[in-house]
């Protein structure tokens, strides 16, 4: 049995919840890779998964991820939902300062999350929120001229990647946007140039698919900002006194310059998260400056990769219904946004929050930050925990459990997900919902 | 439930009823006539009052990823405005670019029940419509935008007939849950993704040939064919360009009869006049609107103070980017689809251009005669956020009062415009007509803008004051679908509106090209591209309004 019928205006008749036999879904999109993978063929059979076709390391683990624990506990103990719920809502009554962390769900949750924390004024953050930072601090700062995934793959002649391994996290990218056969304005997609600035390419997936290697000019991550600087610079025809920077020939650099200014539709692209050296964000809103630049004769556009584990959707949804991103605030009764003051790891470590609710329903490995301070989990079934939260509650997985959206790393293109099977986990919205209710 | 609604002086133009002391009567949230036999449950006496359906903002940028880039982009102006929470209401946050639930308090605070979202991109509907998901209060709907697609410039270069691009264009409102069709910079924004920097009327696209003419009349008819009420809402070329008059009167001849919504005219009625080579065409396009009775246009009044401008645009506000206050903007190219532009900007009344464009705004309101055919916006934020609207109302409804606003503005710019010789006030019924009767005539909504039997009872219910800006900004009550949901300017009841949508027939041939098309070059499977029904009503909270398109079209 084949699980979809296309179809405008009626939803897709996807909600399967046949136990007897197994049944195939085919172009099922995936919240967990950031890029909108969505041609993923996957077989459930009761609650087991197995991607079939176009798995990748990130999204045929996500999908597989086995269903362990369906009960929720308080202090180790099995207990109905409604007890932990119970609990959930006395431990938050009493806190001056909650912090409502992890917010790895999607667009639902997202919601339910914000009502909650509006009501009992805790402040929001969301799991990946120091790498987001990098590019939310730059656009605030300066703004950018950014470009999405079809258009990479209809128009890109010159791909700059810097500082990122995109392959390991975004397995399909070169695949399904650079080296696809079609493109619209792009005579030849295999021979886009592809140099990759910083870090080398972890495996081939750059490689062309006539073989030739992707350029690179390799430099340390720490050097990046000067590298950056310098490339910057070049491109308004500066002169820099050196013959290398970071490592990197200037004589390479003057050539990428020129690259970028002669290419119809350049694109860079960074991934915040790689960029572990203090304040990237600096970096990327020289990135984003260049870009502009550049947009002054030809066209380039940026193209920041994140989008994994909900962050996305966790700031869109938390800019339209508070105008901020996460590391909001609800405590003074509305929304006030700090990207440092708000941080969830500056909170916890200063003993600041004295509760923590943590809703990570995508992976199991996301469990939460150590800390003293009484802990609530929803979580996606089957973590480990170190230490035993106060109040744990297994939740679904949007797009296998339940339906819902998430936000791709585009910013543009929301996924509708499906329920894939029957496993009778709550979504993290209706736990979320249910302590609002109970917290009253 | 039987509501009586007593005594007052109701001003209905849809029924011609102007400012006649009516009893209304109210019915599971419907307006009902007079039932003789039953019980009154609850009675308002409304003497003295005045009475109009609820308003209706026909071009309102409240839903949709520009949107959330423009709230994300300026912190610091929704610092200055915080929204703090009552027992009743979510915070949230206010001024340009307000939160989805503030915007629908405040909107409904000011009388209105309904806003219509007018830049919906076919890849982003789903985000405009969980953002409308998150506005309360009011009735939403989003026009789809065309226009700068690629299948459709594809289409239109391989010379496919108008009917496959009529399927084409029916199908696009259906799978992005829209109302009407939008069109901006007809292919300027693909232009601009090879390097173009503008698009005049009559000039060619780089890469397909076609020029915004065929494109708008390409649109128009299509749009037209399916049956669709709202006409082809046009965003026309040269946004903001000294001159762009002659292209805006140009677009009006071109339209040869079909009807058309212009929007934010004001931003397309500039001559090239005087010492600074801008000045108002706003006398020439309202004489060209009132001699074409199938042009209806909204007007994009500027008003001064920070806003932030976000448009589909991106053509034009890549150009713009220089006048970025504070200096930040964003551009993006989507997804072969579209694009849009976010530009924070500050209007200031002592600057040349600035002061003209306000004085522009106000000619056009005033100079065109029939006020079913203009429509009251600022084009939210991009003129002035909506909560400017009580203090517009004051300026077309009180002679003195816009004059003594004259001469606060750059003199040179107020010798340069008529307006200060303009006589004319808009009546109570005229803005009755403009944000009421005539918006929903011309977005097909048959039982909202009026107060006859059947009609939702979306009613508002003012004290007259001499200080319209007073008057209009707090009104007495306001009813959605029947429920007193503000009093004294006040949210009293939170209710979350229906989404109006249409859909025209259209041939599923045309999903064997779409299909095809997207596996070889977008980036989603087509039957993920759909949104479904579900999606907008499974909350338990969002409803649908399906209109009934004229020929052929799905009631
Ligand atoms: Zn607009």
């Known amino acids: 049995m084949t699980g979809y019928h296309a179809n405008s205006n009626r939803e897709c008749n996807r909600d399967m919840t046949n136990k007897s036999k197994a049944v195939v879904w085919e172009n099922v999109p995936s919240p967990f890779c950031g890029i909108g993978t969505d041609d993923l063929s996957i077989e459930v059979d009761g609650t087991a998964l197995k991607v079939l076709q176009n798995g990748c390391s990130v999204n045929s683990a996500g999908f597989e991820e086995p269903v362990t624990d369906t009960d929720p506990r308080v202090g180790g103990e099995t207990v109905t939902l409604e007890e932990a719920v119970a609990k959930a809502a006395d431990i938050l009554r009493e806190t001056n300062l909650p912090l409502v962390g992890g917010l790895a769900t999607d667009v639902n949750g997202m919601r339910a999350a914000l009502a909650l924390a509006d009501r009992i004024g805790a402040v929001v953050d969301n799991m990946n929120s120091t790498a987001a930072m990098r590019n939310l601090l730059a656009l605030q700062s300066g703004g950018w001229v950014n470009t999405t995934l079809a258009e990479v793959k209809n128009r890109a002649d010159l791909l700059l990647m810097v500082g990122g391994d995109v392959e390991s996290l975004f397995p399909r990218f070169f695949e399904r946007c650079v080296w696809n056969q079609d493109a619209m304005f792009v005579d030849d997609t295999t021979k886009r140039d592809v140099v990759f600035l910083g870090r080398a390419p972890a495996g081939d997936a750059a490689t062309a698919p006539d073989g030739r290697a992707a350029e690179v000019l390799a430099c340390s991550n720490a050097d990046l900002p000067e590298v950056v600087a310098v490339l910057r610079a070049l491109i308004h025809k500066k002169v820099i006194r050196a013959n290398e920077v970071g490592g990197v020939p200037l004589a390479s650099l003057q050539i990428l310059a020129k690259k970028l200014k002669h290419a119809r539709y350049g694109v860079v692209s960074w991934v915040a998260g790689s960029l572990d050296f203090a304040h990237a964000e600096l970096m990327v809103q020289t990135l984003c400056e260049m870009i502009k630049d550049l947009n002054e004769t030809t066209r380039c556009s940026g193209l920041p990769l994140g989008g994994r584990e909900g962050d996305q959707t966790a700031n869109s949804v938390c800019g339209w219904i508070t105008g901020y991103p996460v590391r909001t605030s609800y405590a003074s009764g509305h929304p006030e946004y700090d990207p440092h003051v708000n941080a969830a790891e500056r909170l916890l470590t200063n003993g600041e929050a004295d509760a923590l609710l943590w809703v990570s329903a995508f992976n199991v490995e996301r469990t939460p930050p150590a800390t003293d301070v009484p802990t609530i989990v929803l979580g996606r079934s089957g973590m480990v925990f170190e230490k035993e939260p106060d109040v744990f509650v297994p939740v679904g997985t949007p797009g296998i459990d339940h339906s819902g959206h998430a936000y791709r790393m585009d910013n543009v293109v929301a996924l509708r997900l499906h329920k894939l099977r029957d496993s009778g986990l709550p979504s993290s919205a209706e736990v979320l919902s249910a302590i609002e209710h109970a917290v009253m | ?555």
């Open chain 2, 1 to 555: 439930m039987l509501i009586k609604l007593t005594g007052g002086t109701v001003y209905d133009p849809a029924r011609g009823v102007d400012g006649e002391v009516r009893d209304l009567y109210v019915r599971d949230g419907r307006i009902v006539d007079s039932p003789n036999d039953t019980a009154i449950d609850k009675e308002y006496n409304l003497y003295g009052k005045v009475v109009m359906a609820g308003a209706i903002d026909m071009h309102t940028h409240i839903g949709g990823g520009k949107v959330t880039i423009a709230r994300t982009l300026l912190p610091e102006d929704h610092r200055r405005d915080p929204f703090q929470r009552t027992d009743l209401l979510r915070s949230g946050c206010g001024h340009a670019a307000p939160s989805t639930l503030t915007t629908g308090y405040r909107y409904a605070e000011m009388g209105y029940t309904a806003g219509f979202e007018p830049a919906m991109l076919p890849t982003n509907a789903r985000q405009a419509h969980m953002e409308m998901g998150d506005v309360p209060m009011i009735d939403k709907g989003g026009y789809v935008m065309l226009g700068s697609d690629d299948f459709l410039l594809r289409m239109m270069a391989q010379r496919k007939d108008q009917q496959a691009i009529n399927d084409y264009v029916a199908w696009t409102i259906k799978s992005a849950q829209a109302i009407g069709v939008k069109v901006v910079n007809p292919g300027g924004i693909s232009a601009f993704k090879f390097n173009q920097r503008s698009l005049d009327l009559d000039e060619k696209h780089p890469h397909y040939g076609t020029s915004p003419r065929a494109i708008l009349k390409c649109l128009a008819t299509a749009v037209k064919a399916l049956g669709v009420p709202h006409p082809l809402h046009v965003h026309g070329c040269n946004l903001g360009v000294p001159g762009n008059m002659e292209t805006t009167l140009k677009t009006i001849e071109a339209m040869e009869g079909l009807s058309v919504h212009l929007t934010h005219i004001q931003f397309h009625s500039y001559g090239t006049e005087g010492d600074h080579k801008f000045s108002s065409g706003a006398a020439q396009i309202a004489e060209a609107v009132n001699a074409n009775k199938n042009i209806t246009v909204d007007v994009g009044q500027i008003l001064f103070g920070q806003t932030v401008t976000a448009s589909g645009d991106n053509m034009r506000q890549h150009a713009n980017h220089n006048h970025a206050h504070p200096n930040k903007w964003v551009c993006m190219d989507i997804e072969c689809d579209a694009g849009c532009g976010v530009v924070p900007f500050r209007y200031r009344d002592r600057n040349f251009v600035n002061a003209l464009q306000w004085a522009i705004g106000l000619e056009t309101f005033l100079l065109i005669d029939d006020p079913w055919r203009v429509f009251l916006t600022t084009d939210h934020p991009n003129g002035a956020p909506f909560t400017t609207y009580p203090h517009l109302i004051r300026l077309l409804m009180d002679k003195t009062f816009r004059n003594d606003q004259l001469t606060r503005i750059n003199p040179e710019a107020a010798a340069m415009s008529s307006l200060g010789s303009i006589e004319r006030e808009y009546s109570l019924y005229e803005i009755a007509t403009m944000t009421r009767a005539a918006a929903a005539k011309l977005i097909g909504l048959t039982d909202s803008g009026h107060l006859g039997a059947s009609a939702r009872a979306d009613i508002t219910v003012y004290t007259e004051q001499e200080d319209k800006e007073a008057m209009f900004a707090k009104p007495d009550y306001v009813f959605k679908d029947g429920d007193l949901v503000v009093r004294n300017g006040e949210v009293v009841k939170v209710v979350w509106g229906t989404t109006h949508v249409v859909r025209p027939e259209h041939d599923d041939g045309i999903e064997k090209s779409l299909r095809d098309y997207f596996d070889r070059y977008l980036t989603m499977k087509l039957e993920n591209f759909t949104m479904s029904d579900g999606e907008i009503t499974e909350d338990g909270r969002g409803s649908l309004s399906v209109h009934p398109c004229s020929t052929g079209g799905e009631a």
